[in-house]
T-cell receptor, first 114, second 109 residues
Framework: DTAVSQTPKYLVTQMGNDKSIKCEQNLGHDTMYWYKQDSKKFLKIMFSYNNKELIINETVPNRFSPKSPDKAHLNLHINSLELGDSAVYFC?????????????FGPGTRLLVL | GEDVEQSLFLSVREGDSSVINCTYTDSSSTYLYWYKQEPGAGLQLLTYIFSNMDMKQDQRLTVLLNKKDKHLSLRIADTQTGDSAIYFCAEGAGNMLTFGGGTRLMVKP
């Protein structure tokens, strides 16, 4: 069984569209994260949720809206997609929102905005 | 803000040792991590070290931490072609991880 799964794996869309990426973890973790990896492989945290509550919100445009319907899911909705949103988006989870807790990463969603 | 830096590229021959270096700026880091990313895949945790440790060994992997200089290294002994990947160091403080830009390791047969 996959511990942290993301759908879709690939997403190609036009500028201006709205799209969602889904993430699910079956590890029983309380904390989930979204990271963005750009074309130069830099990995930056975007959001973190603990028990369905937002605890980290880095400088991310309002067009990005995470939603956590329950502890096991953290979805990312993106409005009015722009060319610069093209990247690989990784979901991760950890038992608790503490640094010493290992974060487990999903396989990534490769988003290409045309 | 916090900054984590790594060299971009490292090339070694199969069987040699690889040493990947990382520097960080946040003195409040409590844990430091090494992750591996294979082509088209997600990040896989390799190992981590608590900030009050100097060294940690795990099979072919040795992590060295110089807290005074804020320098972290990952040594891979007997490097194999399967070790070819991008290696990210990350420092953790509070409930956040900050990643370096990744070092692409190429292992030549």
């Amino acid at each position: 069984d996959t511990a942290v799964s993301q759908t879709p794996k690939y997403l190609v869309t036009q500028m201006g569209n709205d799209k969602s990426i889904k993430c699910e973890q079956n590890l029983g973790h309380d904390t989930m994260y979204w990271y963005k990896q750009d074309s130069k492989k830099f990995l930056k945290i975007m959001f973190s949720y603990n028990n369905k509550e937002l605890i980290i919100n880095e400088t991310v445009p309002n067009r990005f809206s995470p939603k956590s319907p329950d502890k096991a899911h953290l979805n990312l909705h993106i409005n009015s997609l722009e060319l610069g949103d093209s990247a690989v988006y990784f979901c991760a989870s950890s038992r608790f929102p503490r640094t010493e807790e290992t974060q487990y990463f999903g396989p990534g969603t490769r988003l290409l905005v045309l | 803000g916090e900054d984590v830096e790594q060299s971009l590229f490292l090339s070694v021959r199969e069987g040699d040792s690889s040493v990947i270096n990382c520097t960080y700026t946040d003195s409040s880091s409590t844990y430091l991590y090494w992750y591996k990313q294979e082509p088209g895949a997600g990040l896989q945790l390799l190992t981590y070290i608590f900030s009050n440790m100097d060294m940690k060994q795990d099979q072919r992997l040795t992590v060295l931490l110089n807290k005074k200089d804020k320098h972290l290294s990952l040594r891979i002994a007997d490097t194999q072609t399967g070790d070819s990947a991008i290696y990210f160091c990350a420092e953790g403080a509070g409930n956040m991880l900050t990643f370096g830009g990744g070092t692409r390791l190429m292992v030549k047969p």
